[in-house]
């Protein structure tokens, strides 16, 4: 079997009152992201690239917001449920690589954490995990602060 490559890109606007959670990890910021599931962007990501690679379709196929099960869902468990897919297919992660646009808060001291939860959901190790922050320059919904953009490209290759 081929190596296999995915993309993903999801974003969610902050809303007050709610636990900022990026990667799995929750992040101290006056606001969260609003979503029918816990709103984490970057897993999102993931999980799409990850069933892009595998050819299984979009996470909303999987996890639909109108299903009343993923309200207030931990994203982790669709990206844990979408490696187990790819897996079942008979691929392992490869390697993964993501990108999160944000003006703050700034992702930088959280990257180890984040790479190490990453890696967890998957089952890889965190050498397979690269995750950094970055900004629009204040452009956009990203530069105004509305909201917090990821994507994501995620490598399968066959084996366990
Ligand atoms: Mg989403």
Same mark, same amino acid.
């Given at each position: 079997?081929? $190596? ?6 999801? !974003?969610?606007?902050? &809303?007050? /009152? =709610?636990?900022?959670?990026? +990667?799995? @990890? ?47 869902? $931990? ?6 449920? !979408?490696?187990?897919? &790819?897996? /079942? =297919?008979?691929?392992?992660? +490869?390697? @993964? ?41 204040g452009l956009g919904f990203t530069g105004r602060k ?12 066959? /084996?366990?």
């Amino acid at each position: 079997m081929p $190596d296999r490559v995915g993309i993903g890109f999801d !974003a969610h606007p902050f &809303a007050a /009152g =709610r636990e900022l959670k990026l +990667g799995g @990890v929750a992040i101290p910021h006056p606001s969260g992201l609003e979503g029918h599931s816990d709103g984490d962007a970057l897993l999102h990501a993931l999980t799409d690239a990850v069933l892009g690679a595998a050819g299984l379709g979009s996470i909303g196929d999987h996890f639909p917001p109108s299903d009343p099960r993923w309200k207030g869902a $931990d994203s982790a468990t669709f990206l844990g449920k !979408a490696a187990e897919l &790819a897996r /079942g =297919r008979g691929y392992s992660i +490869g390697n @993964v690589d993501a990108v999160v646009v944000a003006e703050a808060p700034k992702l930088a001291p959280h990257v180890p954490a984040i790479r190490a939860r990453i890696a967890g959901i998957l089952g890889t190790s965190a050498d397979a995990v690269s995750v950094r922050g970055t900004s629009a320059n204040g452009l956009g919904f990203t530069g105004r602060k509305d909201g917090v953009a990821a994507m994501a490209v995620v490598l399968l290759t066959a /084996g366990a």
